[in-house]
């Protein structure tokens, strides 16, 4: 089993876009179950020590995912992903924000749109995301936030998921 997956993270200034390309030790199969179900989204999607609360999701297109970061203190950060085109176990894409319980959009935060392809190599399956914001202080925005760096826990409690099914 590889341990040294692929990792790479790159801002794009000129296009206020991340680019994260991550590897995972599991088939396309695995991998898009993981990203499409909300069962286990919950179970990787914050970092740790938050944990994800899906209150409804509906995965199609024009479908929505409401959910919740809850943090250690129980403190929870609520967004809303709206699924604008899904073409399984290849790609899927949506507008990503911060709303409140209900899913009213908090207007006082960016709005992101993701873009999220599947490929599988070798035995391993890698992920191509692009999130692209409407500008530059919004991108930087969230990268101060710590995007980066809870993004990438997030990606490690997936790779723990798919370890213990092996």
Not at 32 to 47: F, K
Request: charged content about 30%.
């Amino acid at each position: 089993m590889k341990s040294n997956l692929l990792m790479d993270f790159s801002v794009n200034k000129e296009t206020s876009t991340v680019y994260v390309k991550r590897e995972f030790n599991a088939s396309i199969s695995n991998v898009w179950s993981a990203w499409t179900e909300p069962e286990i989204l919950d179970q990787w999607w914050a970092p740790a020590p938050w944990k994800s609360k899906t209150k409804k999701m509906d995965f199609k297109e024009g479908g929505k995912r409401l959910y919740a970061m809850v943090g250690p203190q129980g403190e929870e950060h609520w967004a809303l992903a709206d699924f604008t085109s899904i073409t399984p176990k290849t790609n899927f894409k949506y507008l990503d924000a911060f709303c409140d319980s209900e899913g009213h959009l908090n207007v006082d935060f960016p709005r992101s749109d993701w873009d999220i392809s599947f490929s599988e190599q070798d035995g391993a399956t890698f992920v191509d995301i692009a999130i692209k914001h409407e500008n530059l202080s919004d991108l930087e925005k969230i990268i101060e936030m710590g995007f980066k760096e809870g993004f990438t826990i997030a990606m490690e409690g997936l790779d723990q998921i798919f370890a213990a099914k092996k």
